[in-house]
Structures are given as C-alpha cells and as structure tokens.
C-alpha cells in the first residue's frame, strides 16, 4: 500500500514533503532497499529546506524542525533494520549533533512524556523499531463539542525512537555492545531513557543471561546520570 501511494504522486507528477519522505525512508528500509531509502532522504532533506525557504528562512540556516526530526529517525532506523548497526550508530549520534539546542532534556521532562501526558505523543509507549515515534490523539473543544486533534512527535520524541530503534535491532542481533553503545551515547548527550529504553534494556539483559538486577542497576545509573546535568 505505501508503494503505491508514493507511486500514486510520481504518476501525478505532484512533490511529496518532508513528512511523506521520512515515511518512504522507513517504508524502504523495512523492505531492505537502503539506496532507495537513502534517495527519499536527500529529496526529503530537500524538501524540507524549500518549504523553509518558502515560509521566509533560509533553509540552510533555519533550525532543524519536526520535519528534518522524522528524516534523521527514519533513516536511523533503515539503517537498524538492515542490521548496520555501526552506521545507525552513527546516524543516531549526527541526530544527536542536529538537535543539540533541544538538549539536554529534564528527566522529569521525558518521565512525564513517556507516560503519555506531556505534549508530542508518547516515544515509548508502542513499538518504535522502526524509528517513528507513535501519533496520539488528544480531544479538544471546538463548538463546544469533542474534536480529535493530531498531536505530531517532536523532535525529542523522534530522538528517543531513533535511539530505541537501535536498541531492538541490537537485541534482535544479539549485539549488547551495540546497543549499550547507543543507549549510553544518548544519555551522554542530554538524552535520558524512557520507558522504551527500560523496556529494551531489560529484554536484552534477560536474553544475554544477565537476570533483572542488571538491568534495574543499568536503569537507576541511567536516570542518575541523566539527573546530574
């Protein structure tokens, strides 16, 4: 269905934006075509720069949005999903590097999105192995009635899926070094772990042997370190 709706655009010759490309980035990297998946993200990047532009920046200058956010957390994920997790590594730390102003991040901050109460959606509530941060929907009064209001991911949310992204390919490969790696670079840089990297974390450690008190020890230092800044 997605390939045919990206097919859809090219037949009626109408260019897609920033949102739809992070979606082709992701679609084709679930389905391993990583030099297709690389080509949506520079025409999203593209993209995204014009409607900058087209707003009255300069889409070299202007700050890095939600739009380049699902891009970077897109390909992350391409990446993971392919199993080239140095790369995705990699990618998550350019991410990391991109949004940089937004970090660090309060815990108290994340604690409270990752529930599902703070504004963007919630990273860690639903799977993000892909790298895509879940939607929610939130209701809102309009004409004194219910409306269902799209709440998109923010930048921060789409950093914590990239990172938990990593994290599931790690697991899925057996690659606790990998994953460590990506969760401690994250945290590092301002980044503190949600319920998602909990959750990862601790079905790692159960598959590597390690038992509940590793995780739980990896846990509070994580939280601790985030605290500290």
């Given amino acids: 269905?997605?390939?045919?709706?990206?097919?859809?655009?090219?037949?009626?010759?109408l260019a897609p934006d920033a949102r739809l490309l992070a979606e082709a980035v992701r679609l084709h990297g679930a389905g391993g075509d990583l030099a297709a998946a690389e080509a949506a993200l520079a025409e999203g990047r593209a993209a995204a720069a014009a409607a900058a532009a087209a707003a009255g920046g300069d889409g070299a200058a202007a700050l890095p949005g939600a739009a380049e956010a699902r891009l970077h957390a897109a390909w992350v994920g391409a990446l993971a999903k392919a199993g080239r997790l140095e790369e995705a590594v990699a990618a998550l730390e350019a991410m990391l590097d991109e949004f940089s102003s937004?970090?660090?991040?309060?815990?108290?901050?994340?604690?409270?999105?990752?529930?599902?109460?703070?504004?963007?959606?919630?990273?860690?509530?639903?799977?993000?192995?892909?790298?895509?941060?879940?939607?929610?929907?939130?209701?809102?009064?309009?004409?004194?009635?219910?409306?269902?209001?799209?709440?998109?991911?923010?930048?921060?949310?789409?950093?914590?899926?990239?990172?938990?992204?990593?994290l599931a390919a790690a697991r899925e490969r057996g690659d606790a070094a990998a994953g460590k790696h990506a969760a401690s670079l994250a945290t590092m840089r301002g980044l503190?772990?949600?319920?998602?990297?909990?959750?990862?974390?601790?079905?790692?450690?159960?598959?590597?042997?390690?038992?509940?008190?590793?995780?739980?020890?990896?846990?509070?230092?994580?939280?601790?370190?985030?605290?500290m800044r």
């Fill in 1 to 13: 269905m997605g390939h045919e709706v990206l097919e859809l655009f090219q037949r009626r010759q």
């Fill in 102 to 166: 937004l970090l660090p991040v309060e815990v108290s901050v994340a604690a409270r999105d990752s529930d599902g109460s703070g504004s963007g959606g919630s990273a860690s509530s639903s799977d993000t192995s892909s790298g895509e941060a879940p939607q929610r929907l939130a209701w809102g009064e309009a004409g004194g009635g219910g409306v269902q209001q799209r709440r998109e991911p923010s930048p921060v949310h789409l950093m914590q899926a990239a990172r938990n992204a990593v």
């Fill in 192 to 227: 503190p772990p949600d319920v998602g990297t909990y959750n990862g974390l601790l079905r790692a450690s159960l598959a590597h042997g390690d038992g509940l008190q590793a995780v739980l020890v990896r846990g509070q230092e994580g939280w601790l370190a985030g605290r």
